[in-house]
Each structure stands twice: as C-alpha cells, then as structure tokens.
C-alpha cells in the first residue's frame, strides 16, 4: 500500500516500534489494526528492521508501513528497497529530502526551531516533525503556526490521551504514540490486549477532536 495522505489526514496517528522482534511483529500488528491505527513506523536501529519492514509490507496490507530513525540517503534507498512507504527522521538531511521527493516517497523529518520547521518544509517534507514535543508544549505550535500557517506539523515525543486534543487544537497536523504503548517489555511479553487499550483510548481522543471540529 503506498502512502495515502488523505487517509492519514484522516486519523493522523503514526506509531513507532522501536526493538519490536519477528516472533512479536504478527501479535503488535493485530493490535494495531484491532486499535483502529493503520500507520506504524519500524526504526532502523530495531534489530533486522529492514527484514522486518519487508516482512510487515508482505504480510499487513491493511498497514501502511514505514522506515523510522532514517539518518542517511543509504539508509533511505535499503528501506525503499524492503518495502518503506515512508520515511521519518529525529533531523532534517536534505539528501534524505531530495532522495524522497525524487522517489515521490512521504518524508517525516524532525525539526525544532522556526528556522529549521521552514527550511524541512521547503525541501518539500511531508509534515515536519517537531521532535521533542513535549519539551515545548502544545503552545509551541500555535506559536510556530502563527507565520508558518501552510507549513504541516507532527507532534512526537510525550504525547498521550491526556494532552492530544492540545497538541491538535494548538495546530499540531498529526502526532506519534511510540514508547509508552509499544513497550519492548510489553512486546516481548506479549500484552498485545493491553497495546490494544491504549491504541484504542489514543485514537478515540483524536476521533472526537475531529467530529467535534467538523
């Protein structure tokens, strides 16, 4: 499935599996469709990440797989060549940037100050990923908005069910759950029912956000 920002847009939650291994992947990505999420990253310093990227595109149609913690446009091309329908990354690299927009491939790169948030969005990122959010704050993006009102934010880092419909009513375009629900304690445990809960909880607060504001 390739990346479909429409459908994003939609539910703009992207989640991150950091240290997730093959003999969890199935159980994590039930889950994941059970919560109602469909766009899951799998970080490049996970373990045979890009094996598990190919394997999750194969075997997960429902899913709209990408590549996370991309730092270099090698890095970029081997999770293209596994199957990556996006690409996020902790920093802005105008190769990585160049390479995506050649490739027509959605990039999420990370970005803090007005100066760099202008500069990824201008070599043409998909949104920009505000990295660590929660060291700003939700009123960061209403701040940031303010000037850079065309420019689409994605708030990662602290967000949970208790402080999303700040994030998004600030002005933030779409967030990230990562650490916090897909624990490796959790994956390795297999407590896909309680990954489930939290999905579903996370979810249903951007949901209501939605239909309230429509």
């Known amino acids: ?3 479909d920002l429409h459908r994003f847009e939609s539910a703009p939650v992207i989640g991150i599996l950091r240290g997730v291994k093959e003999e ?8 994941t469709l059970a919560g109602g999420l469909r766009f899951l990253e799998i970080t490049l310093n996970t373990p045979d990440s890009y094996h598990l990227i190919k394997k999750a595109t194969a075997q997960y149609t ?4 990408g590549a996370g913690t991309v730092l270099s446009v090698e890095e970029a091309k081997m999770a293209l060549d596994s199957g990556a329908q996006f690409i996020v990354a902790p920093d802005f690299e105008e190769k990585v940037a160049a390479f995506c927009v050649e490739n027509k491939l959605a990039y999420f790169p990370g970005a803090l100050t007005p100066t760099e948030i202008q500069k990824a969005w201008k070599s043409g990122a998909t949104m920009v990923k505000v990295f660590p959010a929660s060291q700003m704050g939700p009123d960061y993006f209403k ?4 000037p ?3 420019v689409k934010l994605m708030a990662v880092g602290g967000v949970n069910p208790g402080n999303i419909k700040k994030y998004l009513g600030a002005g933030a ?3 990230a759950l990562g650490g916090s629900i897909y624990s490796v304690e959790r994956m390795e445990n297999g407590s ?4 489930q809960k939290d999905i579903e909880e996370f979810m249903f607060e951007v949901k209501t ?5 429509s």
Do not use: E, H, P, R
């Not at 701040?143 to 303010?146: A, L, R």
């Open 24 to 31: 969890s992947l199935q159980g994590v990505a039930d889950a």
């Open 209 to 213: 956000f939605y239909s309230n504001i």
């Open 173 to 175: 375009d779409a967030v």
């Open 148 to 150: 850079f009102d065309k």
């Open 62 to 65: 429902d899913l709209t797989i």
């Open 1 to 3: 499935m390739s990346f």
């Open 192 to 195: 896909f029912s309680d990954i």
């Open 143 to 146: 701040q940031v908005k303010g």
